[in-house]
């Protein structure tokens, strides 16, 4: 049983570039969140996905913009990168429609991706 | 929103008990328990969803207050593996969005 995997592991980009990250959720679940992690803090939300679209929305700009697709997979897109983009991209996977709610059953998280913006 | 862990860092001996709580301004509907290792994605621990509720994972157990919105992890007879940051999360009011707290910084020593 595949849990969430994440690509690519590691990027590095340079100010101005965009960047897209991929998620595919561990079998069985539904929706997606991503979570920004800089280094020596804790996870940071920036939006949930299911049901092929965007639910709810943490504080950050329009900038990051993302999408499920059919087979509940997703991407997080980063336009106009800065520096302080910089940071472990993390997407976690649940399984909404069984529980009936979004955080009634755990987060499975990917091993992220490791973004570097020079 | 982002709920207050304490304490921010602990050293312990293998075998030495720990407790870490977590705190927050606002309404807390559930609770999730968290483990991360460094350079590795945050692991499950447990969920308490309702006030009142206690949950134990081997040596590791947690609490949830819902009146006092904290709840408390409890670690037992410790072991080098517990060694890790510790994340408490839980849903905001509105429970589409998800909040970990400040986190807990564990290390265990021979």
């Known amino acids: 049983d595949a849990g969430v995997t994440q690509s690519p592991t590691h990027l590095i980009k340079t100010r101005g570039q965009q960047v897209t990250l991929r998620c595919s959720p561990k079998s069985g679940h539904d929706t997606v969140s991503w979570y920004q992690q800089a280094l020596g803090q804790g996870p940071q939300f920036i939006f949930q996905y299911y049901e092929e679209e965007e639910r709810q929305r943490g504080n950050f700009p329009d900038r990051f913009s993302g999408h499920q697709f059919p087979n509940y997979s997703s991407e997080l897109n980063v336009n106009a990168l800065l520096l302080g983009d910089s940071a472990l991209y993390l997407c976690?996977?649940?399984?909404?429609?069984?529980?009936?709610?979004?955080?009634?059953?755990?987060?499975?998280f990917g091993n992220g991706t490791r973004l570097t913006v020079t | 929103q982002q709920p207050v862990q304490s304490p921010q860092a602990v050293i312990l001996r293998e075998g030495e008990d720990a407790v870490i709580n977590c705190s927050s301004s606002?309404?807390?509907?559930?609770v999730h328990w968290y483990r991360q290792k460094h350079g590795e994605a945050p692991v499950f621990l447990m969920i308490l969803l309702k006030g009142g509720e206690q949950k134990g994972h081997e040596k590791i157990s947690a609490s949830f207050n819902e009146k006092k919105q904290q709840s408390s992890l409890y670690l037992t007879a410790s072991q080098l593996s517990y060694s890790g940051t510790y994340f408490c999360?839980?849903?905001?009011?509105?429970?589409?969005?998800?909040?970990f707290g400040t986190g807990t910084s564990l290390t265990v020593i021979p």
């Open positions: 999360g839980t849903p905001s009011g509105t429970r589409n969005q998800f909040y």
């Open positions: 606002k309404a807390l509907y559930s």
């Open positions: 976690a996977s649940s399984p909404r429609r069984l529980t009936g709610a979004t955080y009634n059953s755990p987060l499975h």
